[in-house]
C-alpha cells in the first residue's frame, strides 16, 4: 500500500525562527515526485516545493527547503525564517510514475506561526 | 502558472435537490482532472478520476450514480452531487495536470457545498 505519514498534527513556531515539518512515506515504486503543499485558511491548495527521487541534492525554494532520505523513505520540509503567512496547514504528498499516477496525501500538520 | 477554476465558489441547498460543480483549466487542455472530498481539519480524500471523452474512474466507496462525473471537453470537468443529504455536506476540490505530466497538478480554489 502507498502511504503518507505526517507524525506531528500541529506545530507551532516563533516568527523568524526556524521549523521542520516530519514526512515519512510508504511506495514499492522506483520512480516519484515528492511534494510539500500549503493550504492556507483560504483552503487554496498552493506547491510549495517538490522533489524528483531520482535526484540526490533536496530541493530548495527561498526559505523552504527538505531533507530527502529515499533509503529511509524520509522527506522533511524545514522553513526558514518563518513569517505570519506561512501560518498554514501542511501536507505531504507522492505520485508515482507508472504506478496508480495518483497524487497521495498525508494527514497533514498544523503550522501556526506566533508574533 | 497554469491556472485552475471552479464554481461555484460556495453553494447552499436543500436535502434531495442535485448540484453541479465545475471545474476548468483556463489556461491548458486537461484530459484528466481529479476530484477531492476534504472535510474540516482532514486531509484531501480523492474521488474520482475524470478522463476526456471516457467515463470517470472512481475510488473504492465513493457512489457513482451519487457523485456524477462529466468531462466532456478537455477543459472542462462537471461533478454533479445528486439528491444531496447533509451528510454530503464537504468542500470539494478539484485539480488538473497539464497533458500527461500527472507529477504537475493545479488546484482549484474549491467549492464549499453544505445541504440543509
Request: hydrophobic content about 35%; aromatic content about 12%; proline content about 4%.
Amino acid at each position: 500500500a502507498q502511504t503518507v505519514t505526517q507524525s506531528q498534527p500541529e506545530m507551532s513556531v516563533q516568527e523568524a525562527e526556524t521549523v521542520t515539518l516530519s514526512c515519512t512515506y510508504d511506495t514499492s515504486e522506483s520512480n516519484y515526485y515528492l511534494f510539500w503543499y500549503k493550504q492556507p485558511p483560504s483552503r487554496q491548495m498552493i506547491l510549495v516545493i517538490r522533489q524528483e527521487a531520482y535526484k540526490q541534492q533536496n530541493a530548495t525554494e527561498n526559505r523552504f527547503s527538505v531533507n530527502f532520505q529515499k533509503a529511509a523513505k524520509s522527506f522533511s520540509l524545514k522553513i526558514s525564517d518563518s513569517q505570519l503567512g506561512d501560518t498554514a496547514m501542511y501536507f505531504c504528498a507522492f505520485i508515482t510514475q507508472g504506478g496508480s499516477e495518483k497524487l497521495v496525501f498525508g494527514k497533514g500538520t498544523k503550522l501556526t506561526v506566533n508574533p | 502558472g497554469a491556472v485552475v477554476s471552479q464554481h461555484p465558489s460556495w453553494v447552499i441547498c436543500k436535502s434531495g435537490t442535485s448540484v453541479k460543480i465545475e471545474c476548468r483549466s483556463l489556461d491548458f487542455q486537461a484530459t484528466t482532472m481529479f476530484w477531492y472530498r476534504q472535510f474540516p481539519k482532514q486531509s484531501l480524500m480523492l474521488m474520482a478520476t475524470s478522463n476526456e471523452g471516457s467515463k470517470a474512474t472512481y475510488e473504492q466507496g465513493v457512489e457513482k450514480d451519487k457523485f456524477l462525473i462529466n468531462h466532456a471537453s478537455l477543459t472542462l470537468s462537471t461533478l454533479t452531487v445528486t439528491s444531496a443529504h447533509p451528510e454530503d455536506s464537504s468542500f470539494y476540490i478539484c485539480s488538473a495536470p497539464p497533458g500527461q505530466f500527472m507529477e504537475t497538478q493545479y488546484f482549484g480554489p474549491g467549492t464549499r457545498l453544505l445541504v440543509l
